[in-house]
């Protein structure tokens, strides 16, 4: 599977990339901090990610797996949530569901490229 973006801003022209690579970097995006069409999907985490052919793409990191330990919010020991992600984590891309525009009930969903951590190891 192959997929195109433009190489640039500068350049439209089409960059065809395999869909791997690995996570750059990460920061996770809490309700405060999300846009109001994101609020209901938080938290999650947006990452820069190293294509195998070399270029870096922004994108949300999804499918991650994560455990439960005991944490303190706002003064209260609650059970949190610690999601698995870390820099130089293999990643392939996915197509998700990015937010509904409108009506939460009867809007448009949009959908668009996401990464997950890899599900197999990919012959080469």
């Known amino acids: 599977?192959?997929?195109?973006?433009?190489?640039?801003?500068?350049s439209m022209e089409p960059f065809t990339f395999c869909g791997?690579?690995?996570v750059w970097s990460y920061a996770i995006v809490?309700?405060?901090d999300a846009p109001e069409q994101f609020k209901d999907y938080t938290?999650?985490?947006?990452s820069i990610v190293q294509l195998e052919e070399g270029p870096r793409v922004t994108a949300q990191l999804t499918d991650l797996d994560w455990h439960e330990e005991p944490g303190?919010?706002?003064?209260e020991k609650r059970q949190v949530k610690k999601?698995?992600?870390?820099?130089?984590?293999?990643?392939?891309?996915?197509?998700r569901k990015l937010f509904v525009e409108g009506n939460p009930d009867t809007g448009l969903i949009i959908y668009g490229p996401k990464f997950r951590p890899v599900l197999e190891k990919q012959a080469p």
């Open 1 to 10: 599977m192959s997929h195109e973006f433009p190489s640039s801003i500068v």
């Open 20 to 22: 791997r690579g690995e």
């Open 30 to 32: 809490h309700r405060e």
């Open 43 to 46: 938290p999650f985490f947006i």
């Open 72 to 75: 303190i919010i706002d003064g």
């Open 83 to 95: 999601f698995h992600v870390e820099i130089g984590m293999p990643v392939e891309m996915v197509t």
